[in-house]
């Protein structure tokens, strides 16, 4: 069937009416969850346009927090490492140097030897100011080899006239005021009164009644009260000079002993063990031609050496020098049983100014070269000063 229409074409015939359709539904977007992410809280708020009468979405819940870690128990403080300050620092080395000394002083102390040289008798001078010691050098070879006797021409005990004697005696006086300490040489061979034994060499007095005999000896004949003692032989010098590694001297003259045979040369030089021990021993030379004069001059000259070089820091601070003459000197000196050795170390501070001019030096004033006899008057001065503590007159002491 066709249809025309005004314009006289073919048209369709209209179609039926469709029934209403249903409103399109969206579907709700949803976001796919990330590996290893838990669901966001905001995928509940997400709605499709258009959606109506749905519950509110409820507030996101905070997040979740670990709980607090639980502290460790608590362990020991650290230890504070502890600082030295400089004041801690200083006492312990003051520690050290006084337990060092303290060992020295104990060492020394019972190691020296000891004997009974000042023991009181009647008539004995009373004490009197200052302080006296009576050094001896004797002719001792005790502990000496024979070999010992040769290298220090110690010469014969027999041709000595046998027994021990003095070659050096000596005292020093030690002043409680200002006046000069004083060291006075007795010459071995003056003529005195020895208790007991009538009148001798005043060195004789030891090899008849050993160093208790000759301090009252050399009481009887000064006045003067000896207050220690100190012994030194042939072997114990000669070693204490070679633990320090010599003395040095200057002489004067070249000295050369007819009896010993030792030779000194002229000069300043560093004497030995042997060269000092022939040096203060000697006599029999052109170059000492007042003999035992000379000889008690020469002594004092090197104890004055001795000493001063000992007590010098090139002594006490080197321990090449320092421990062999610790080891020496037990050996070699010998001293009263009531002495210690601070008496010793007084002695050797007071007698520090011989090389200085800060000691006076000299012998007992003699009649004659022999030295053999004392002047009475000039002798008695010099005591007298010595006792009381004044100041010796230049007369009455021979250089």
């Known amino acids: 069937m066709t249809y025309g229409g005004d314009d006289g074409r073919r048209r369709m015939p209209p179609r039926p009416p469709q029934p209403a359709a249903r409103p399109r539904q969206h579907q709700?977007?949803?976001?796919?969850?990330?590996?290893?992410?838990?669901?966001?809280?905001?995928?509940?708020?997400?709605?499709?346009?258009?959606?109506?009468?749905?519950?509110?979405?409820?507030?996101?819940?905070?997040?979740?927090?670990?709980?607090?870690?639980?502290?460790?128990?608590?362990?020991?403080?650290?230890?504070?490492?502890?600082?030295?300050?400089?004041?801690?620092?200083?006492?312990?080395?003051?520690?050290?140097?006084?337990?060092?000394?303290?060992?020295?002083?104990?060492?020394?102390?019972?190691?020296?030897?000891?004997?009974?040289?000042?023991?009181?008798?009647?008539?004995?001078?009373?004490?009197?100011?200052?302080?006296n010691w009576l050094i001896v050098g004797s002719d001792s070879r005790d502990g000496l080899s024979a070999a010992d006797e040769e290298r220090l021409a110690t010469g014969d005990v027999a041709a000595a006239g046998g027994g021990q004697r003095t070659d050096t005696i000596m005292i020093a006086h030690i002043p409680d005021n200002d006046t000069k300490p004083t060291l006075l040489s007795l010459p071995r061979d003056s003529q005195v009164k020895i208790p007991g034994h009538g009148t001798n060499k005043i060195n004789a007095a030891?090899?008849?009644?050993?160093?208790?005999?000759?301090?009252?000896?050399?009481?009887?004949?000064?006045?003067?009260?000896?207050?220690?003692?100190?012994?030194?032989?042939?072997?114990?010098?000669?070693?204490?000079?070679?633990?320090?590694?010599?003395?040095?001297?200057?002489?004067?003259?070249?000295?050369?002993?007819?009896?010993?045979?030792i030779d000194i040369k002229a000069g300043c030089q560093t004497l030995d063990g042997r060269s000092a021990l022939g040096f203060v021993r000697m006599r029999h030379s052109s170059a000492t031609p007042r003999s035992d004069l000379d000889r008690v001059a020469n002594q004092r000259k090197f104890i004055g050496a001795l000493v001063s070089q000992i007590a010098s820091p090139g002594t006490l601070l080197?321990?090449?020098?320092?421990?062999?003459?610790?080891?020496?000197?037990?050996d070699a000196l010998t001293m009263d049983s009531g002495d210690h050795v601070h008496n010793l170390a007084g002695l050797a501070i007071a007698m520090r100014g011989i090389s200085s001019n800060g000691v006076l030096t000299g012998t007992v004033p003699v009649t004659d070269g022999s030295a053999q006899h004392w002047d009475k008057t000039k002798s008695a001065q010099l005591f007298d000063a010595l006792k009381n503590d004044t100041t010796v007159p230049p007369t009455a002491v021979v250089n």
């Open 318 to 330: 080197n321990p090449f020098d320092f421990f062999p003459l610790l080891s020496s000197a037990p």
């Open 28 to 131: 709700r977007a949803q976001m796919m969850p990330l590996p290893g992410v838990s669901s966001s809280p905001y995928d509940e708020r997400t709605r499709p346009l258009g959606s109506r009468g749905e519950a509110p979405v409820p507030p996101p819940a905070p997040p979740r927090q670990a709980p607090p870690r639980q502290a460790p128990p608590p362990g020991p403080a650290p230890r504070r490492r502890r600082r030295w300050s400089f004041g801690k620092v200083l006492m312990t080395l003051v520690l050290i140097f006084v337990v060092f000394i303290g060992g020295i002083w104990a060492y020394l102390e019972f190691s020296i030897k000891r004997v009974d040289a000042l023991a009181d008798y009647d008539g004995r001078p009373a004490a009197a100011s200052g302080t």
């Open 206 to 261: 030891f090899s008849l009644g050993g160093p208790a005999l000759l301090v009252k000896t050399v009481e009887g004949v000064t006045g003067l009260r000896m207050d220690h003692y100190a012994e030194i032989g042939f072997g114990g010098f000669a070693n204490i000079v070679d633990a320090i590694g010599g003395v040095d001297m200057c002489v004067d003259k070249e000295m050369h002993d007819t009896f010993t045979n």
